[in-house]
């Protein structure tokens, strides 16, 4: 457990089912793609973070207020494979304090 007040906790639910508690700094201006690969998670994040394409797909699970989906966001999840009404890209979800504890379930590919 981290005492440090720039580590928030975030739960990431694979393709398999398993469950990662993962620790996100909120300090170092990463998006949720980010993380779950720095973590070795089954994320392409293809185009490097600018919503151009849906290979950071992944479904939010926890009840936690995020921003809006922008107009590009909205436009790749518009092309993506089994969307629902919960999904997001993983890099335009900026780690920060506000999303501490956020669990998110990796969307299936294809």
Known sequence: MSNDPNIIKIIV????????????????????????????????????????????HMYVTSDHELPERSDDEEDMLDEAFNVEDNSRLGCQIKLCNEVDGLEVKLAPVG
């Open 13 to 56: 639910e694979d393709r398999e089912g398993e469950r990662h508690e993962l620790d996100g700094p909120t300090d170092m201006n990463m998006n949720m793609m980010e993380l779950c690969k720095s973590y070795e998670l089954p994320v392409e994040g293809t185009c490097g973070g600018m919503a151009m394409c849906a290979s950071c």
